[in-house]
């Protein structure tokens, strides 16, 4: 079975660009969630989206929003980029959600914003 | 919300000891708890989880212990090897909306 897939890899921006990033869950899960990683705050919670609806949320500015569609994939967009949106971002899938179950997380995608 | 501390950010140990790391919560009514591993270059990769109406679990050369009374996670780690090099993060859900909240993670350093 394949793993949470995330691209693209790496992605390098300029302050007041948008970014999308992509999320294919495992197959058959349906829900994915999205978490910023940095040395200074560690994991963060961004959302939680089920069944192509946003169900959980965490303490992020509107700049952060996302979407899920009909097969489950997922993306994530960040408008107006600021330079502490510079992280790691990873998506993780589970089948019923985040509240009790394991997560399986994607390798993440690398975002520089200079 | 929930917070939840580190107690360490840094363990080392020497390879075939135990290793101990451990997380403190806030919020009495968080549920689930589980714990991560993260090697260099990689996403989070589950290692163990355990609900509220235990206080032990055990998995293969890992168990996690859960003190409700002072709100405290452990994760123990048996005979320690060069592979469980890497950062361990708890995470605790509260059954609330917030979601998942996340320890910063300790780096657990195997010494040869």
């Known amino acids: 079975k394949a793993g949470v897939t995330q691209t693209p890899r790496y992605l390098i921006k300029t302050r007041g660009q948008q970014v999308t990033l992509s999320c294919s869950p495992i197959s058959g899960h349906r829900s994915v969630s999205w978490y910023q990683q940095t040395p200074g705050q560690g994991l963060q919670f961004l959302f939680e989206?089920?069944?192509?609806?946003?169900?959980n949320k965490g303490n992020f500015p509107g700049r952060f929003s996302g979407r899920q569609f009909s097969n489950s994939r997922s993306e994530m967009n960040v408008s107006t980029l600021e330079l502490g949106d510079s992280a790691l971002y990873l998506c993780?899938?589970?089948?019923?959600?985040?509240?009790?179950?394991?997560?399986?997380f994607g390798s993440g995608t690398q975002l520089s914003v200079l | 919300g929930e917070s939840v501390g580190l107690h360490l950010p840094t363990l080392s140990v020497q390879e075939g000891d135990n290793s101990i790391i451990n997380c403190a919560y806030s919020n009495s009514a968080s549920d689930y708890f589980i714990w991560y591993k993260q090697e260099s270059g990689k996403g989070p990769q589950f290692i163990i989880d355990?609900?509220?109406?235990?206080d032990k679990r055990q998995g293969q050369r890992v168990t996690v212990l859960l003190n409700k009374t002072v709100k405290h996670l452990s994760l123990q780690i048996a005979a320690t090897q060069p592979g469980d090099s890497a950062v361990y993060f708890c995470a605790v859900s509260g059954g609330g909306a917030d979601g998942l909240t996340f320890g910063k993670g300790t780096h657990l350093i195997i010494q040869p």
């Open positions: 355990i609900r509220s109406n235990m």
């Open positions: 989206y089920f069944s192509e609806t946003q169900r």
């Open positions: 993780a899938s589970s089948l019923q959600g985040v509240m009790n179950e394991k997560l399986f």
